[in-house]
Structure formats: structure tokens, C-alpha cells
């Protein structure tokens, strides 16, 4: 059963503090993305990697970074998380190329307070 | 401007039902997808499809390229139905993906 792991369910954080979520998936697949979800927004691209140690920028990549020093593992770090960070995040993998599925995470409901 | 619109943004229907979710695009494509969402968060691909009607059990959807438009059906509705269902429009580039903002289902027993 394939499988893209986020590593915290919910996480409450305070301002100013670095929050590192982590993303792990077990399907060899090259393509990583992190998106955030908020009500009326729909999900939306903070950056996304298609190698080892590549990433792009997504829609909305100020106040994050990412890390990928390896193919299974696509960690973004909030480096000083504030209150309109409060969000969903998913993560999600696939292969490569166009019109391939998509396997999404359970999603990190993060909280800064 | 939203690349992807989605109709209705929220549903509410009695079990056995037959429910159409719409999404029209505005941008070329080299696919659409729906996704279902459910309480909790995990998101599920349902279908990827570029052209006529794909179907699964219960669920159909299809695409009509022409006019930019494609439909998520669900024949005989169960409450286990109750879900978010997100259509996401994917361009050119393996990155490059316009999701609707969901619709929100519930099926009553």
C-alpha cells in the first residue's frame, strides 16, 4: 500500500519558534510538494522539489524553506513561525512527467500561538 | 481570478441520491483531477482524466475539453459519501496544478 507519511498530525507552536514538518513517501516517486490549505482558499503551492536537494518556489513561499537531502524525505521548516501561518498542510508525491496521480499525506493541522 | 471553479460549495443530500459536482477551468490542461478530502484531512485521488468519462463503483466523472468543463457524479449516495470533494486542474509541467476551493458534501441517512 503506497504511502506518503506526514510526520505530526496537529502541532501547536508559539511565535517566533522554527517548526519543522517533515514528509516521508515510500513510492520512489521524484516530485514532492508542500501546499497549505485554508477555508475559502482551496490548497495552495508553498514549494515543491523534483530531484534530491532541487526546489522550487511555489504561490506562496515567503516566511518557509525546505530541505531535501533525500528522495523519500521533503521537510519544510516555518523559521519563525507567526499567527497567519495557523494552517493545513499536506504534503504530497508523485512520479515525474505529466498526468501522473498525486498521493497525498494526512495533513499537519499546525497552530501558532 | 480562480483558475478553477467548483459548484455548489456546499451540498446536503438524503441517502440514494444521485449528486453532480461541477468544476469549469479557464486554463489549458493536460489533465483533471478530482480528489476527495475527508474529516480529519487525508486526501484521496479519486480520477485523472484529459478526455470523455471515466467511471469507479459508484462514482463517474467526466470531461468535456471543449468547453472546459467536467463533472463528478455519485450514483446512490451513502452517508459515507460525506466528504470535500476538490477538482484540480493540472498544466503543462509536472508542478503546475489549479485546485477549486472544494465542495463540501453531506449525505444524510
Known amino acids: 500500500d503506497v504511502k ?7 502541532l501547536v507552536k508559539r511565535t517566533g519558534e522554527k517548526v519543522f514538518l517533515e514528509c516521508v513517501q515510500d513510492m520512489d516517486h521524484e516530485n514532492m510538494f508542500w501546499y ?5 482558499l482551496g490548497l495552495r503551492l508553498i514549494y515543491f ?16 524553506s525546505v530541505s531535501r537531502e533525500k528522495k523519500e524525505r521533503f521537510s519544510l521548516i516555518l523559521e519563525s513561525a507567526s499567527t497567519n501561518q ?28 | 481570478k480562480n483558475e478553477v471553479e467548483q459548484s455548489p460549495q456546499n451540498l446536503t443530500a438524503q441517502e440514494g ?12 490542461i493536460s489533465a483533471l483531477h478530482w ?22 463503483g459508484r462514482l463517474i466523472a467526466t470531461i468535456n475539453i471543449q468547453e472546459k468543463h ?12 460525506s466528504a470535500v470533494y476538490i477538482c484540480a486542474a ?5 508542478n503546475q496544478f489549479y485546485f477549486g476551493t472544494g465542495t463540501s458534501l453531506t449525505v444524510i441517512p
Open chain 1, 4 to 10: 506518503v507519511t506526514q510526520s505530526s498530525r496537529y
Open chain 1, 36 to 40: 497549505r490549505q485554508d477555508p475559502g
Open chain 1, 49 to 64: 522539489s523534483y530531484d534530491v536537494k532541487m526546489k522550487e518556489k511555489g504561490d506562496i513561499p515567503e516566511g518557509y
Open chain 1, 86 to 113: 495557523t494552517s493545513m498542510y499536506l504534503c504530497a508525491s508523485s512520479f515525474e512527467g505529466v498526468n501522473t496521480e498525486a498521493f497525498f499525506g494526512q495533513g499537519t493541522r499546525l497552530t501558532v500561538v
Open chain 2, 17 to 28: 441520491e444521485f449528486i453532480t459536482i461541477n468544476c469549469s477551468y479557464s486554463v489549458g
Open chain 2, 35 to 56: 480528489l476527495q478530502q475527508h474529516p480529519g484531512g487525508g486526501i484521496v485521488s479519486l480520477f485523472m482524466l484529459s478526455s470523455g468519462k471515466k467511471k469507479h
Open chain 2, 70 to 81: 467536467s463533472s463528478l457524479h455519485i450514483t446512490a449516495s451513502h452517508p459515507r459519501d
Open chain 2, 90 to 94: 493540472e498544466g503543462y509541467t509536472g
